[in-house]
């Protein structure tokens, strides 16, 4: 978890979330998964926060686009639900601001981190359209740590990431999203 300090967090979060992709992939603190393997949204839980905060909120993002050398456009956005009950102890229930979408690293860029954060919210984010599935406009360049000053999220409470290389999957996807 270190190696994604001081890129998109300033300390490792106490809590980690647990990521499932199909019936038994686990996400385990930077393991590496195909984009094939993480193409369908996962479920996604976390435990021991109940009654802490009204509110969550759970994002996805990618540091190293188009490569972790060269990061340009740091960071890609692949998934933001907020309003998550804190009763709750999965993203069901919240409001989708950009819709799951997974992996997608070019050709030839090496391995990138998809980072999971869950934050506690003090106040109902103000819903805004929904990013699709089948959209790039709004993800790029987004900033975890700016979107969680401009909401009072504070640091995140628990985080969890695997990392990823192109496999033969990735064109497939790329046609499904414009912009």
């Known amino acids: 978890m270190d190696d994604i300090v001081p890129d998109v ?8 979330i647990k990521v ?6 686990e996400v385990k ?4 998964l195909t984009p094939t393997q ?9 435990s021991g926060l109940e009654g802490k905060s009204n509110l969550l909120t759970l994002l996805m993002v990618d540091p190293d686009a188009p490569t972790r050398q060269d990061p340009k456009y740091r960071e890609i ?19 989708s601001l950009a819709d799951y979408v997974g992996s997608g690293p070019p050709k030839d860029t090496g391995l990138h981190r998809y980072i999971f954060l869950l934050y506690r919210q003090e106040n109902k984010i103000e819903e805004t359209p929904t990013i699709s599935n089948t959209t790039r406009t709004g993800r790029l360049n987004f900033n975890a740590r700016d979107f969680a000053a401009k909401h009072g999220l504070g640091e995140p409470i ?8 192109y496999d033969d999957y990735v064109p497939i996807r790329n046609k499904t999203i414009v912009g």
Do not use: R
């Not at 499932?20 to 992939?25: P, T």
């Open 9 to 16: 967090l300033d300390a490792v979060p106490a809590g980690t």
């Open 20 to 25: 499932i992709y199909g019936d038994d992939l």
């Open 29 to 32: 603190q930077g393991n590496e």
């Open 38 to 46: 993480v193409k369908d949204q996962p479920i996604v839980s976390w």
């Open 77 to 95: 956005l692949h998934w933001s639900v907020v309003n998550i009950p804190g009763s709750n102890e999965n993203p069901s229930g919240g409001h």
């Open 158 to 165: 628990a985080a969890n990431y695997y990392q990823a290389q």
